[in-house]
């Protein structure tokens, strides 16, 4: 595996790619990986000739009181687990490699509506600076297959509407969510987590559950079923940002006639903010 940081080196072996060509798969990471991560490698190196995996913790999609500074920066374990999955090219450009005219004067890429809305809406900015660094991303490694995890579900409906609006010939596939036995989605932020909150955790995935299971077996009193859930958390000890039953695609309020769903939670369990989704097909 190559180690490069710098965007010049990445590009020379960009062209050598392409002059052979090679098939490339991008997963794009702010590090501190897991068996999440991992999965999406694992997804890259069944579907391409090259794997390109970066590491870059993006200042830009922190808002003002987020935790940028305390974000778990591990890449020397990282670098090792890569390594070890066979991955061709680890890209760990610094913030002046990517912003060099600096953070208050970057040219940005937003997309308008879909990152408004639910986690937009409780972190204003933050989607623009995915879709932005997403973007440039994609424009300095050139894939041709990218992989996201479906965990953070919102973010990859940005990413593909990016794609799809600015015409990117770049195919963006959403890999199923890595959870451990008790169901909680696999995070980098779990490990913000106290001994007593990482047990109360997997509560928010269990209110999802049952909300799934409600609305197979036919309840479409959506407002009901999410002042419920809220309700549970509260008890739990968490601090509930949102619960939404969103049309899958658009994710618009559901309607009941919408027949692909998805139900998407946020709360903050101490100074943890959690997420989590599940995809309901009818």
């Known amino acids: 595996m190559q180690t490069v940081s710098n965007i010049l080196s990445l590009r020379e072996l960009r062209r050598e790619w392409q002059l052979t060509g090679k098939r490339i798969a991008f997963v794009p990471t702010m590090g501190n990986l897991h068996a999440g991560h991992l999965s999406l490698v694992t997804e890259a190196k069944a579907n391409s000739d090259i794997v390109v995996v970066s590491i870059f913790v993006n200042p830009l999609q922190f808002g003002a009181e987020e935790d940028l500074d305390n974000y778990p920066r591990t890449l020397a374990e990282d670098s090792e687990q890569l390594k070890a999955l066979g991955v061709d090219v680890l890209f ?6 990517i912003y060099p005219r600096g953070l208050e004067q970057q040219t940005f890429v937003e997309v308008p509506g879909i990152s408004y809305m639910i986690c937009g809406a409780s972190r204003p900015g933050h989607f623009r600076g995915v879709a932005t660094i997403v973007s440039k991303l994609f424009n300095m490694v050139q894939p041709n297959i990218a992989f996201f995890g479906e965990k953070d579900y919102q973010q990859l409906q940005v990413i593909k509407a990016m794609v799809t609006d600015l ?18 989605a696999m995070s980098s932020r779990n490990g913000y987590l106290t001994e ?3 047990a109360t955790a997997p509560t928010i995935a269990h209110v999802l559950t049952h909300i799934k299971a409600q609305i197979e077996s036919g309840n479409r009193q959506f407002k009901q079923l999410i002042s419920e859930g809220n309700a549970v958390l509260k008890e739990a000890g968490f601090k509930p940002d949102y619960i939404e039953i969103r049309e899958a695609f658009t994710l618009q309020a559901a309607s009941f006639e919408d027949k692909e769903l998805v139900i998407l939670g946020a709360a903050f369990l101490g100074k943890t903010r959690l997420i989590d989704n599940l995809q309901v097909s009818l």
Request: net charge negative.
């Open 196 to 198: 007593a909150e990482r």
């Open 167 to 184: 015409s990117m010939n770049v195919e963006v596939v959403g890999v199923p969510t890595m959870r451990h036995d008790d169901g909680l």
């Open 92 to 97: 760990t450009p610094t913030v002046a490699d």
